[in-house]
């Protein structure tokens, strides 16, 4: 069995040896993914009862008629904890392509708690896009948009919400051309580096 810190430094050494400005963009889902937090969505039955979706309860929720979402808490971050082995990928890839070689991608409504969340892991300057939506085809649009404007050869994608994963992995039909690597994180489970989507 391979260990965790191996599986994790064999990739930061095949990090260290892309070319830099390589058309390679490593996509980063924040909950879950980047961080664990205690941050809630509250969801509003027509009825007026309310509960609490956590954010992995939030991305696979489908509202029903006449219900609604409050974004109250979910618009700051409540106790952020990072994922220790995502965020060193992060910071790595950071130092050797810069801030134009990450991106963070959330269903969050807003992007400032994250920019600073990031910033507190040493990473400046990255563009975070909030979609404002917990439906995965928010995401396949943004990355879409990312793939044309900036020519990307590689998509890498880390997510942990099976509906987001399956639903980029999809894209492949549309980009037959770019090189999806997507990983289905799990927080605690480094080897998910080895399972490709």
């Given at each position: 069995m ?20 390589s ?14 937090t ?35 808490d ?15 990928i ?12 990450i ?12 920019q ?12 975070v ?69």
């Amino acid at each position: 069995m391979i260990s965790s810190r191996k599986l994790l430094d064999d990739y930061l050494v095949d990090l260290a040896a892309e070319r830099p400005g390589s058309p390679h963009l490593r996509i980063f889902d924040f909950d879950d993914t980047l961080a664990m937090t205690n941050s809630k969505v509250k969801l509003v039955a027509a009825d007026g009862s309310q509960r609490d979706l956590t954010p992995v309860e939030y991305c696979a929720y489908v509202p029903k008629e006449g219900e609604r979402l409050s974004f109250e808490d979910f618009e700051r971050l409540v106790d952020a904890r990072p994922v220790w082995w995502t965020c060193e990928i992060m910071r790595q890839a950071y130092m050797r392509h810069g801030p134009c070689g990450i991106v963070v991608l959330s269903a969050r409504h807003i992007a400032g708690p994250i920019q600073q969340f990031i910033n507190s892991q040493g990473v400046f300057d990255c563009h975070v896009a909030a979609v404002g939506s917990s439906d995965p085809e928010a995401k396949v649009t943004q990355i879409d948009a990312w793939i044309d404007a900036l020519g990307l050869q590689t998509v890498e994608y880390f997510e942990d919400s099976d509906r987001h994963v399956s639903a980029v992995a999809g894209m492949r039909l549309r980009h037959p051309d770019v090189r999806f690597l997507i990983r289905h994180v799990k927080h605690d489970d480094v080897s998910t580096l080895m399972r490709l989507r």
